[in-house]
């Protein structure tokens, strides 16, 4: 395993560390209702979050990774960004034919701050400019404005709606499909905008 570690200019994407540290934020993460509005679950207690980081964990160290689950803090946090506790998380999973599904999500505090721009790029430039990615794709509520607005920032291009895919509280919802192609990332100037180290 190559640990993963990006630094954007206000942000940092770590690997999960096995500490009560950030088993606490992310049970501040997707313990809230709020936050968790969009995602396809709703909020979960400690002992589920503490399930998900184990699950995190194990996935980090599979010699053929195909799935990143990693946690975003802030630089300002501590003096060594592996040290700050998380405010989000930040996700990339791999698929055929050099594909792979971005996905992020932010503590409330952290809402309206440029934050899920930032992680949505550092992730592209994970995928990209890293492993080789050709198409990303991410997905969408189509209640979820702000995430849109961070897709549509970025330059992904929107390709459809996907009708009754999420199934939550006995309520259906709709969402939007983007996607992302190596050559309009590279032509965007944005690519290469992180750094990475192990």
């Known amino acids: 395993m190559v640990p993963v570690r990006l630094t954007g200019p206000r942000l940092a994407i770590r ?12 049970h501040a993460l997707f313990g809230d209702p709020e936050v968790t509005r969009y995602l396809p679950f709703g909020p979960r207690d400690r002992e589920a979050c503490a399930d998900q980081l184990a699950l995190y964990l194990d996935g980090a160290m599979e010699e053929e990774r195909d799935t990143y689950r990693l946690a975003v803090t802030r630089l300002a946090d501590a003096d060594d960004p592996a040290d700050a506790a998380p405010i989000g998380q930040a996700s990339l999973t791999l698929g055929p034919y050099r594909s792979a599904e971005l996905g992020y999500v932010l503590r ?7 934050h899920g721009s930032e992680t949505a790029r550092l992730l592209c430039a994970l995928a990209f400019d890293h492993l080789g990615v050709h198409r990303l794709a991410a997905s969408a509520d189509v209640d979820n404005a702000a995430s849109a607005r961070v897709l549509a920032k970025l330059g992904f291009q929107r390709e459809g709606r996907v009708r009754h895919d999420v199934l939550k509280g006995g309520v259906w919802s709709d969402s939007y499909l983007y ?20």
């Not at 409330?108 to 440029?114: E, F, I, S, Y």
């Not at 996607?179 to 192990?198: K, M, N, V, Y």
């Open 15 to 26: 690997e999960y560390h096995h500490t009560p540290e950030d088993l606490d934020a992310l």
């Open 108 to 114: 409330r505090d952290a809402w309206g701050l440029g």
């Open 179 to 198: 996607s992302l192609l190596a050559d309009e990332w590279r032509g965007s100037g944005a690519g290469g905008a992180a750094g990475t180290g192990g």
